[in-house]
């Protein structure tokens, strides 16, 4: 549970990175027009969730603890409401939905945000296996590798770190002036109007 809160950590963490990142572009680019698609981008979070210890206690019937002494852990989560939806899967460098599917504008935009967090970490991590509801992102696996070595947790994928520049394809998101990312591969619907 300790591995878990601390993966949630890194990815609010990327994904704040990632949200500081297209306000700053879109205020710096005053000299393009901005797309209604880009001024209505979805805003989404992950759950809010503590870890939670269980002590014992000193004596039988006491309440004063018993320092270092966890009897219980919990990871308690927020509870979400809605459709849940698989939007990315692991090592999957494109939408699980299709474009006619209700959350496919939301996929679009999280295969997106691959792309900002692989290059704002210099190539190190991105955020992959996204589910969740419209607004709420409850679960994630935080693919970063280093040398050979897991940044995050046990359990990211190497692989998806090493083929993200030839698998990801990039989207309209992506391929917009104002953020100025470096183009991966094309894919012919990225264009597509919603």
């Not at 809160?5 to 393009?32: E, G, P, Q, R």
């Not at 989560?77 to 699980?96: A, L, P």
Request: aromatic share 12%; hydrophobic share 40%.
């Amino acid at each position: 549970l300790f591995q878990e809160a601390n993966v949630l950590y890194w990815a609010k963490s990327l994904l704040k990175m990632m949200y500081d990142f297209i306000d700053d572009a879109i205020c710096h680019a005053t000299d393009l027009p901005t797309p209604d698609w880009i001024a209505d981008m979805p805003r989404l979070h992950f759950v809010e969730a503590r870890l939670t210890l269980v002590y014992a206690t000193t004596s039988k019937g006491t309440s004063a603890t018993s320092t270092g002494l966890v009897t219980g852990a919990y990871l308690l989560e927020e509870k979400i409401d809605g459709k849940f939806t698989k939007f990315i899967h692991n090592v999957q460098y494109s939408s699980c939905l299709k474009p006619d599917n209700d959350g496919f504008r939301i996929a679009e935009f999280l295969v997106f945000t691959q792309h900002v967090q692989y290059i704002k970490t210099d190539s190190l991590a991105y955020i992959s296996d996204y589910q969740g509801t419209s607004g709420s992102l409850p679960s994630m696996v935080t693919n970063s590798v280093s040398g050979g070595v897991d940044i995050f947790s046990e359990g990211n994928v190497e692989i998806g770190v090493e083929r993200f520049e030839q698998e990801h394809v990039c989207n309209r998101y992506c391929s917009w002036p104002g953020f100025g990312l470096k183009p991966f591969k094309r894919a012919d619907i990225s264009e597509h109007a919603v």
